[in-house]
């Protein structure tokens, strides 16, 4: 198989409902070994099918987001693959760098909109764990939620 039919091989088993990520996987690495021209979507479908997978994969999709963003800087999927690991790994602010870097490189609004929610989740996040990095800081909270409801 040429390498474009290997690619849609791997997208076929991408979009299946039943998670062939390892699958996936298989085709997309065959597609960049046969293929002339590698096309930044088979290093961004590869590493989230990594992210997917979870675990001893993380740094697979690390390098496949990297090799995306340095095939297609300007596209956003790269930045937001390596958002995403760096999310499922607990790294929110290097997450959140990335994910702005993304929303810079994107002027449709559709990707634009979609990486803005992201965004905000993850600056959720970060606050939520703030919260619970620092107990002194919830009980304060807590206390002050308390006087309220209490009328104090």
Not at 134 to 144: G, L
């Amino acid at each position: 198989m040429d390498a474009e039919a290997l690619k849609k091989k791997g997208n076929e088993f991408f979009n299946d409902p039943n998670d062939h990520y390892k699958e996936a996987i298989k085709c997309y690495t065959e597609s960049l070994k046969v293929a002339v021209e590698v096309p930044g979507v088979v290093y961004s479908n590869r590493a989230y099918c990594y992210i997917k997978l979870g675990g001893d994969y993380y740094e697979n999709a690390i390098k496949d987001s990297e090799a995306c963003i340095t095939i297609r800087p300007t596209w956003f999927r790269g930045y937001f693959r390596k958002a995403q690991v760096l999310q499922k790994q607990g790294k929110l602010e290097d997450a959140l760098k990335y994910m702005s870097q993304a929303f810079d490189v994107t002027t449709n609004q559709e990707e634009r909109s979609c990486v803005q929610r992201e965004i905000e989740k993850l600056e959720e996040e970060r606050e939520i764990l703030e919260i619970y990095a620092k107990p002194e800081k919830w009980e304060e909270d807590y206390q002050k939620y308390q006087k309220d409801i209490n009328g104090e």
